[in-house]
């Protein structure tokens, strides 16, 4: 079968947790505002990993885990880009 095979935790995060995410992995402390007179998208994300699950794969690292793990990566090697 020659198709996309959608990657994800298998769990749905709203835009809102991930920026609170972000911040909290980063270390920011300033305010995040969201402006709800503005059109937005969906409100949240959830990739279906069901084929990839079916071919056995699970996903070991949270959402947390995998931004801060990326997070780590670019500060170590943010120079040599």
Do not use: C
């Not at 835009?15 to 980063?26: M, R, Y």
């Amino acid at each position: 079968m020659q198709s996309h095979i959608n990657v994800g935790s298998g769990e749905d995060i709203t835009i809102k947790e991930l920026a609170l995410t972000i911040a909290k992995v980063i270390g920011y402390e300033g305010s995040i505002e969201f402006d709800p007179t503005k059109p937005d998208g969906t409100p949240g994300k959830l990739m279906d990993s069901t084929r990839l699950n079916n071919l056995g794969w699970r996903a070991r690292v949270s959402v947390e885990e995998g931004l801060r793990l990326a997070y780590s990566d670019f500060l170590k090697n943010h120079n040599n880009i």
